[in-house]
């Protein structure tokens, strides 16, 4: 942490404001959430909040899984020393595959129990999805496994925001847990990756830029 810092600073003058901006923030709450290892759904919710502030557009734009996909692949391309890709394969492979293979982080699971979709179509598009998962596993396919695993983090985000859980709960705490693993992990390469890349990277204005109220 102390080290992007470091990096962030030296290199602050270089970027625009809103560049600095997105940073600023992502690090405020990436650096929160290491103090919150005894609150694992607050930890997660950090992290979340730190990966929003990296990739906050127009909320339309979020809500679209094919431009997170894209946001995720170019992560991916820039990633010249490739910290994403021994993340993936190397320290959290094993958590990654218990996530995707994880029924309770799947959309189409909680579709199937609000009657949106029948019990064979969630079980066949998850067993499709797995299968899809294997297939980028043995290719070792970052850009498309880091889509699919934030796929399943995300439903975790709408179970936790949407108040779809409780706080503290006994229940699922083992999915939480690795699911701050993966971010805890991902998120300051994804901040160094920024840093390295501010001309690729330096996105449109945060959709909530700093305004001072007097």
Known sequence: MMLLEEIFK???????????????RGLSWLKKSAELDQDLDLKFISLWVSFNALYAQD?????????????LSLICQKDQ??????????????????????PYVYQGFWDYQNQKISQISWKASFDQEKKQAHRALQAKDSAHILWMVFNRLYTLHN????????????????????ACTILAALLPIFIYVFLENPQSLDLVQPFYPMVQVS
């Open 59 to 71: 909320v339309a734009i979020m809500q679209d899984k094919q431009s997170l996909r894209q946001f």
């Open 159 to 178: 179970q936790m925001i949407l108040g779809g859980t409780t706080y503290n709960s006994a229940v699922n705490r083992k999915q939480l847990q690795d």
């Open 81 to 102: 020393e490739q910290k994403v890709y021994k993340i993936l394969w190397q320290k959290c492979n094993h958590l990654i595959v218990l996530l995707l293979e994880n």
């Open 10 to 24: 030296s290199k602050k003058a270089e970027h625009s404001d809103a560049f600095n901006l997105r940073i600023h």
